[in-house]
């Protein structure tokens, strides 16, 4: 027997990415890219271990990363561009 995995969207994870783009704020740059590196790897790693195709952990991971990306914009911009 076998089956499609298909996971619940995790750019619409609204507390996580929120809570990943504000974390990236108050590190250094080079520290928040690890961070958000780190975070998209583990979310890789945790589809691949559950079956998930490919192409879906692909589609997946990038976007999460997009929503956290853009997250982190409208953070900075609300902030005045201070970091």
Partial sequence: MSAIVVPFRFARRLPQIRK????????????????????????????????????????EVSSYEGAIRAHLWRLLLSHGGAA
């Avoid at 590190?27 to 589809?47: K, T, Y």
Wanted: hydrophobic fraction near 30%.
């Fill in 20 to 59: 990943t783009a504000s974390y990236m704020l108050t590190v250094p740059h080079n520290h928040a890219e690890g961070h958000l590196r780190e975070q998209l790897r583990r979310l890789e790693d945790g589809l691949r271990k559950k079956g998930v195709a490919e192409d879906l952990i692909r589609s």
